[in-house]
């Protein structure tokens, strides 16, 4: 064994000769609930104090490390080395005796204290009362008779005349300085209720001033000692509060203090509440809040209770009361939600659903807020008269080559920067007649329409329905007679053509502007520039750059890598990225603005068109912007857009004996259906537009979806269910879309000039419709006489009126004008010969197929033949 082991103190040991050891050491094994256990390693400690009479001052004291929580001082008691014979539970129940018989003594000797000093105050107080008894006179006259003393600290009373003898000294504890203070729960003085001042009492006589006396004959005595010293824990007994539990172990036993449970601080807590309730006194009734209830066309009680700030059972009792039982999820009517708030004393305030919907602003902006914007220009015109070239050479650019079969497609916004930093809006509309929607947008957004007229083409008719647009809008409009450089141009026919439609060039007379232009030749467009800022100046255009900013659709697409792009005309205010907005059915906030340049832009200012980037889905072209407060808001507006869009496409009309006509009539028809994708909104409604046109009476198509962006698989997966083919217009499918096509069997279209699928599209409408049969009647004969013609057959005689009639032609038999037989004539003969034809005013004979025999005088041949023809529509 090691030194350290031979130097260490055990329990049980034989006491080596020298000086007493200070520290002894044992286990105690602890037990707990649920079969747990520990053992803890005590520790006696004695005070080893040197001299004569030092036996009896030693103190010992038991330590555990870990689980003991509390170190307590014992009296002193001498114990004698455990007997090295003992087992270690003899031990440890010598050690819990010696432990109890130390707690006992230092009880007693506590007790004994107290009543020492008990008896030590009543002796001094009946000492001061008597002399007090004996010199009565020592008190002057105007003074108080002293107060009785209480428990508590008090200031000292007024020096007594004759100085009392000296006090016997009083014997008080003390702890030792060397051990740690003992844990104390710190007492909370209760809150003293406030009370009225009481009133001045009489001097009371000398006999009242006495001190009330105890049984036994004693004063009561002072107090002094307990107050400034605090409450010392009761004697170690059962009580009602006391909550004991488990075993006693060493440390319950040394330390005296540790039965008592302090209180908790949540104790605390509700103990101080309930004397704030107290001192508070009885609550005063509340007036009740009426409010303004805002209750729309329909609401559950559950939201019309949260709204009128009561409880919800409240309002279904009352509706109970009104007979009708309901539950807080259940919806009623805005006529009872209004009974309901009046008769809990609220005001109603009746709101519609389409009361969330942004009202259209046609608040006039104050004139000193206007700033001068650059005009919007549209080019209008008919196909192939050169309006993309006219506006490439304004431009400076080639836009034209761009363009599939080099007409345009879609509408276009660019703004130019003239020589004078002026600067000025284009919108390039389509010329082709299936764009006619593109057209009327473009007039109604714009400030001045060029109305473009090929001198060597004359006036079309998206010519004249451009001029239509234009006189709708009610906008000025400037002729640009363009390609005045070929040698078969005549302008002068062009402006005379232009009176049939009460159009008048200040050539002429009238008050509109033309100028005769070269696209290629790039000859007269100083003068269009001109006349446009001239007729700008003349409009006075100005618009508030400082407000929430508005604008309008120009054109939507569904890029790839940008998701939905809007190309957006601002009309006024000013748009600026990370605003809120509203377009149409969608929300959106502006991560991006893109000139027609490509460039980013910050804010974009009235009647700059960009394109944004950040919406939700495509809107439809024509849709207005709106700036909202915050994206909520947003999201509420268009929720309730695509609720009211939805609801008109879902909703039937009315039945009527018309549409019960009608929809036999369509019933009839075969549908042809079609899945369209295009790459620009407006793109989609023109070729939609097109293809209703189509539709006749037989057939009839049906677009069973259109949108903008790639064709997907979802659009494949739509049309193999229905067998319909795919139109895509400058779009394609991605290669999921077209293995599912491959397997489907589903027809992948694409196009890039809208007069190409339209032709097709018809072509295939007329194909499945099939050819059509065209009957052509030959020839006409009355039968005369009926025949025997072998055993069973019967043979006519026949004058032919009309016609030819001819061997192996279709024939039909009529009598009375009912037709009784459609079939073929068998053999034709005259004079026993057989024939190939017989002309009209000879006889003959013929018989029929299928040995037709029902023939009687007077009825009627007719020969024809059907001629099948490919449909056209």
């Known amino acids: 064994m090691s030194d350290t082991d031979n130097e260490k103190p055990k329990l049980g040991m034989r006491q080596p000769l020298g000086l007493k050891r200070t520290v002894e050491t044992g286990k105690v094994k602890q037990s707990f609930s649920h079969g747990r256990s520990n053992t803890v390693v005590v520790e006696v400690k004695r005070r080893r104090v040197l001299g004569p009479g030092a036996a009896p001052a030693e103190t010992p004291v038991a330590e555990a490390p870990a689980p003991a929580p509390v170190e307590a001082r014992a009296p002193e008691a001498p114990r004698a080395p455990a007997a090295p014979q003992l087992s270690a539970q003899e031990r440890q129940a010598q050690l819990l005796r010696e432990a109890e018989e130390q707690r006992m003594s230092a009880l007693e000797d506590a007790r004994r204290r107290e009543d020492a000093e008990r008896h030590a105050a009543a002796e001094e107080e009946k000492r001061r009362a008597d002399e007090r008894a004996k010199n009565p006179a020592g008190t002057a006259p105007g003074d108080k008779a002293p107060e009785p003393e209480i428990a508590v600290a008090a200031p000292e009373p007024a020096p007594e005349p004759t100085p009392p003898a000296a006090p016997a000294p009083i014997v008080a504890l003390e702890l030792d300085p060397s051990m740690p203070a003992p844990r104390r729960f710190s007492p909370v003085a209760r809150p003293e209720i406030p009370k009225p001042a009481p009133k001045p009492a009489p001097a009371p006589a000398a006999e009242a001033s006495a001190p009330r006396a105890l049984p036994s004959g004693q004063a009561t005595p002072r107090r002094t000692a307990e107050v400034a010293q605090p409450q010392r824990p009761a004697a170690r007994g059962r009580t009602g509060d006391e909550r004991r539990g488990g075993k006693l172990t060493v440390n319950r036993a040394l330390g005296g203090e540790d039965g008592a449970r302090a209180r908790s601080l949540a104790a605390l807590k509700r103990a101080r509440e309930k004397e704030h309730r107290r001192m508070g006194g009885p609550r005063e009734a509340q007036a009740k809040q009426v409010r303004d209830v805002a209750v729309p066309e329909s609401i559950t009680v559950q939201e019309l209770a949260i709204r009128m700030a009561e409880k919800g059972a409240d309002l279904v009792k009352a509706l109970f ?37 942004l009202a259209a602003d046609i608040e006039v902006d104050a004139p000193e807020t206007l700033k001068p914007r650059p005009p919007v220009v549209t080019i209008m015109g008919h196909v192939d008269h050169g309006k993309t070239s006219l506006l490439d050479a304004l431009r400076g650019t080639d836009v034209v080559k761009g363009e599939a079969g080099g007409i345009t497609q879609h509408i276009g916004a660019y703004q130019v920067t003239l020589k004078d930093k002026s600067k000025i809006t284009f919108l390039d ?22 109305l473009v007229v090929a001198a060597d083409d004359g006036l079309m008719p998206q010519t004249i329905e451009a001029i239509n647009h234009t006189k709708a809008a009610g906008v000025p409009m400037i002729v640009a007679i363009n390609k005045i450089d070929k040698p078969e141009a005549n302008a002068q026919r062009v402006r005379e053509r232009l009176l049939e439609h ?24 100083d003068q269009l520039i001109e006349k446009i800022q001239l007729q700008a100046e003349l409009l006075e255009l100005k618009a508030n750059p400082d407000r929430a900013a508005e604008g309008t659709v120009i054109e939507a697409k569904l890029d790839k890598g940008r998701g939905p792009v809007a190309t957006v005309l601002v009309t006024r205010g000013t748009l600026k990225v990370g605003d809120v907005f509203v377009i149409g059915a969608e929300s959106g906030k502006v991560r991006a603005l893109v000139n027609d340049k490509g460039m980013q832009l910050k804010e974009a200012g009235p009647s700059m068109p960009v394109e944004i980037l950040g919406m939700t889905g495509v809107p439809g072209a024509g849709d207005q912007l709106q700036v909202v407060e915050n994206e909520a808001r947003a999201r509420e507006v268009a ?56 539709s006749t009476d037989l057939i009839k198509a049906r677009v069973l979806h259109s949108g903008v962006g790639g064709i997907t698989e979802s659009d494949v997966t739509l049309a193999g269910a229905s067998g319909a083919p795919i139109i895509g217009f400058n779009v394609r499918a991605n290669a999921k879309a077209r293995e599912i096509a491959d397997r489907q069997k589903v027809a992948l279209k694409y196009y890039d000039v809208i007069y190409e699928l339209t032709d097709e599209i018809r072509a295939g409408m007329a194909g499945e419709l099939g050819p059509e049969a065209f009957e052509t009647v030959v020839g006409r004969a009355e039968i005369r006489e009926v025949f025997s013609a072998g055993k069973h057959g019967k043979a006519a005689g026949l004058l032919v009126t009309e016609g030819v009639i001819r061997k192996a032609l279709k024939a039909r038999i009529t009598r009375d004008d009912v037709i009784i037989y459609t079939g073929e004539i068998a053999s034709l003969r005259r004079f026993k010969d057989d024939v190939a034809e017989v002309r009209a005013g000879l006889e003959c004979g013929v018989t029929f ?10 009825d009627f041949l007719e020969t024809f033949e059907v001629e099948m023809r490919e449909r056209t529509l």
Do not use: C, W
């Open 321 to 357: 009361k009104m007979g009708m039982p309901v539950t807080l999820t259940q919806t009623i009517d805005q006529d009872t939600a209004e009974l309901l708030v009046t008769e809990f004393g609220h005001n109603i305030t009746r709101v519609s659903d389409s009361d969330v919907d």
């Open 849 to 858: 197929s299928q040995n037709f025999v029902d023939i009687k005088p007077g």
């Open 429 to 450: 509309t389509p010329g082709h007649e299936a764009f006619s929607e593109m057209r009327a947008r473009g007039a109604n957004v714009t400030d001045i329409v060029v």
């Open 502 to 525: 009460d159009v008048q060039v200040e050539a002429m007379g009238g008050e509109t502007q033309d100028v005769e232009v070269s696209a290629t030749k790039k000859t007269g467009l």
């Open 639 to 694: 929720a309730y857009r695509a609720g009211v869009i939805q609801a008109k496409r879902t909703t039937n009309a009315p039945a009527s004996l018309d549409s019960m006509f009608s929809a036999l009539k369509e019933k009839q028809a075969i549908e042809y259906p079609l899945v369209v994708k295009a790459d620009t909104q407006g793109t989609v409604e023109a070729i939609v537009g097109a293809i209703n046109k189509i």
